[in-house]
Structures are given as C-alpha cells and as structure tokens.
C-alpha cells in the first residue's frame, strides 16, 4: 500500500528554524517525484515545489524561491521541507504528494499533513 | 503567477448534476492538457479526481468527469450525493516545472 506519512505538528516561534519529514513506503521511493503543498488556515492550495528524491533535483514555486529548502534523503525514503527563520505567516498545513513527472497533472498519494504554527 | 480562477461556490441537490469552472490562461491551462481535480473533506487531505484534464485514477466513480475548452476547464458531477459536499480545487502545470492551484470552490447538497 502506497503510503506518505509526514512528521508531527510544530508549534515554533518567529526566527525560529525548523525541517518537518514526509515517509513514502509501498512503491519505488526514487522513481517519483515529492511536491509540497502549503494550506493557510481557511484558504486553499498553493504549490511550493517538488524534488525527485532519485538524484536531488528540486524547483520551486516562483512564490517560494528562496523562502524553504526542499530536499531528500534517497537512503531512508524520506524528503523534507525547512525553514531557516519562520515568520508568523508561515503558519499553516503542509502537505507532501506523490507526483508522476515533474511535467504532468497527476499527483496522488498525499501526506495527512502537518501543521506548523508560528508563534511568539 | 496568478491562482486560476474558481466560483466560491456551488450547490445542487441529490440527483443533479453540477459543473464547477476553472479559468487561467494560456500559459497554464490553455497552454497544456496537465489539469487536475482534487476534493477535499473539512479536517482531511486533498483526494486526485481527475488528472490531466479528463483522466479518472482508479477508486473514483464516474459520476466525476473533466473537460477543457481553451482557458477554462470544468468538473462535472453526475447523479450528486451527500459524500460529494466539499471543496474542490482544480491545479493546472504552468511551464517553468511548477503548477498553480485555483482557490476552490466549495460544494453544497442541498
């Protein structure tokens, strides 16, 4: 079964830095993509990036050049997104999905989310 | 980079059939055959409906099928149910290697 299960909530304060963790299991970990999400509390999807954990190669979001770090550690199936310095209006959910090209529309298996919440 | 373009929302009662649009332009939408559908329950992760504009992964009933015309596409939902009541939001690829979501649109069964 095809799984991504993503690392726990956060509660961090501004300056603050934090890498929360996105587990896929049940197929090839190398041979798809990982694109992460942001959700804002009330409001709706926003594409940050995606990595192919195969060999690193990750592009951002115009919106997002600059703000996180995307990465990936091909030896325990895992990608990772990370923030240097938090802001407050980094608060929301983020998820991680499986994506099947780095050009295409299908994305399927998604993470459960985590919220990070950035607070002084 | 600008979202694409969804009604608030809509509503429709058990039986009915509803469409929900999806506009960008012709550097997203227009411009590639990569458009997606996901659902989304209150509390709960986005669900793939439909991919590259028309395409149903398997699990998803029929009822849910996609279109496109130029720079706008459309969900369709034949035959509503009251597990359809959510959000939806369409995503398009965008050239550059990145994709941009619409804001959503949420469904109401009357």
């Known amino acids: 079964e095809v799984q991504l299960v993503q690392s726990g909530a956060e509660v961090k304060k501004p300056g603050e830095s934090l890498k929360i963790s996105c587990k896929g299991s049940?197929?090839?970990?190398?041979?798809?993509?990982i694109g992460w999400v942001r959700q804002m509390p009330g409001k709706g999807l926003e594409w940050m990036g995606i990595?192919?954990?195969?060999?690193?190669?990750?592009r951002y979001s115009p919106s997002f050049q600059g703000q996180v770090t995307i990465s990936a550690d091909k030896s325990i199936s895992t990608a990772y997104l990370q923030w240097s310095s938090l802001k407050a209006s980094d608060t929301a959910m983020y998820y991680c999905?499986?994506?099947?090209?780095?050009?295409?529309?299908?994305?399927?298996?998604w993470g459960q989310g985590t919220l990070v919440t950035v607070s002084s | 980079q600008s979202a694409l373009t969804q009604p608030r929302s809509v509503s429709g009662s058990p039986g009915q059939s509803v469409t929900i649009s999806c506009t960008g332009t012709?550097?997203?939408?227009?411009?590639?055959?990569?458009v997606s559908w996901y659902q989304q329950h209150p509390g709960k992760a986005p669900k793939l409906m439909i991919y590259?504009?028309?395409k149903r992964p398997s699990g998803v009933p029929d009822r849910f099928s996609g279109s496109k015309s130029g720079n706008t596409a459309s969900l369709t939902i034949s035959g509503l149910q009251a597990e359809d009541e959510a959000d939806y939001y369409c995503?398009?690829?965008?050239?550059?290697?990145?994709?941009?979501f619409g804001g959503g649109t949420k469904l109401t069964v009357l």
């Open positions: 590259d504009v028309s």
């Open positions: 049940g197929y090839s970990f190398t041979t798809y993509w």
């Open positions: 012709s550097s997203d939408v227009g411009g590639y055959n990569y």
């Open positions: 995503c398009s690829y965008a050239g550059s290697y990145t994709r941009v």
């Open positions: 999905v499986r994506a099947w090209g780095i050009v295409g529309s299908r994305a399927d298996y």
């Open positions: 990595i192919y954990p195969g060999d690193s190669d990750t």
